[in-house]
């Protein structure tokens, strides 16, 4: 699949999976640097919302707004992940003030190769919001074609709101 970072072609290493397949099982590390696996997530709707870099603007207006409207879903699993190390994420969620969200570390690239979302030449993820139900089923995908765009928040959000 082809995405664009300001305008220039880039390539992710396959395609993503599509609505109504399951997700692949995949391993990110939280702030313990403990493995959380895709089979821990199931049981309950999960939201994913994917980005590139913490750091950068787009990516951290993208996480501040869903982690401001995920108070409103307390039976939801909710991570936001990118391929920034542990100590980066948490670093910005210090300096943002940020407590509830979960931040995952796809360090290993695991995600990344298993999801398909991994550009490979910048070692990083297109961004991207996956809503899961219970069992793993993509039941939402938004994956944006252009890289600095942010996601429609809105049709996420009355997506997983029919789930719960």
């Known amino acids: ?9 880039r390539q992710l290493v396959g395609n993503p999976p599509a609505v109504g397949e399951e997700f692949p099982h995949f391993k990110v590390y939280d702030k313990n640097d403990e ?4 089979r821990q997530l199931l049981g309950k ?13 787009v990516c951290s207006i993208q996480t ?11 039976d939801v699993n909710f991570l936001t992940i990118s391929t920034n190390t542990i100590e980066d ?7 943002e003030g940020v407590k509830h969200m979960q931040l995952a ?4 690239e695991s995600f990344g190769y298993e999801s398909k979302l991994l550009i490979p030449d910048e070692g990083i993820l297109a961004r991207s919001v996956w809503i899961l139900d219970q069992n793993g089923k993509i039941v939402y995908r938004e994956i944006l074609k252009e890289l600095t765009d942010e996601p ?3 049709q996420a959000l009355s997506e997983l709101k029919k789930l719960v």
């Not at 493995?35 to 895709?38: E, G, L, N, Q, R």
């Open 1 to 9: 699949m082809e995405i664009t970072i300001n305008g220039e072609a």
């Open 35 to 38: 493995k959380i696996k895709t």
């Open 45 to 57: 709707v999960t939201l994913l919302s994917v980005v590139p870099n913490i750091n950068t603007p």
């Open 64 to 74: 501040k707004h869903f982690n401001s409207t995920m108070d409103q879903f307390p």
């Open 89 to 95: 994420q948490q670093k910005w969620c210090a300096a």
């Open 105 to 108: 570390s796809d360090k290993d």
């Open 152 to 154: 429609n928040y809105d």
